[in-house]
C-alpha cells in the first residue's frame, strides 16, 4: 500500500504563502490521480485541489480558486499544494491522497490518511 507524507505546513500571516508537499512511497503513484484534503478543528475533512496523473488536468474546491495551485512531479512520486493570498479560515491540517480517477478523487471514501501538515494562518 502507498504511504503519503505530508510536509511544509507552518504559521504564517495572513496574506501569506506556504508549499505544501506530499511524498509517496511503497508504490509508484505516477498513474493515479493526486488531491489535497484539509480537516478544520471540529468540522469535517473537504477536498481542496485535484490533479490528474499526468498534471494536465486539475480540479479545485471553490474555496481555493485562485489562490492555490496543485501541481506533480511524477520522477519525485510527489505532490504539491501552492497556497497564496492565505485566510484565516485555511487554518487546517491538510492531507493528500491518491485515486485511479480524478472524477471520484473528492467524493470517495479513503481507509488511508497520512499523518498531514499543519497550517496556521493567523489575522
Known amino acids: 500500500q502507498v504511504q503519503l507524507v505530508e510536509s511544509g505546513g507552518g504559521l504564517v500571516q495572513a496574506g501569506g504563502s506556504l508549499r505544501l508537499s506530499c511524498a509517496a512511497s511503497g508504490r509508484t503513484v505516477s498513474n493515479y490521480a493526486m488531491g489535497w484534503f484539509r480537516q478544520a478543528p471540529g468540522k469535517e475533512r473537504e477536498f481542496v485541489a485535484a490533479?490528474?496523473?499526468?498534471?494536465?488536468?486539475?480540479v479545485y474546491a471553490d474555496s481555493a480558486k485562485g489562490r492555490f495551485t496543485i501541481s506533480r512531479d511524477n520522477a519525485k512520486n510527489t505532490v504539491y499544494l501552492q497556497m497564496n493570498s492565505l485566510k484565516p479560515e485555511d487554518t487546517a491540517v491538510y492531507y493528500c491522497n491518491t485515486d485511479s480517477r480524478l472524477a471520484t478523487i473528492a467524493s470517495r471514501t479513503y481507509d488511508y490518511w497520512g499523518q498531514g501538515t499543519q497550517v496556521t494562518v493567523s489575522s
Open positions: 490533479i490528474n496523473w499526468s498534471g494536465g488536468s486539475t
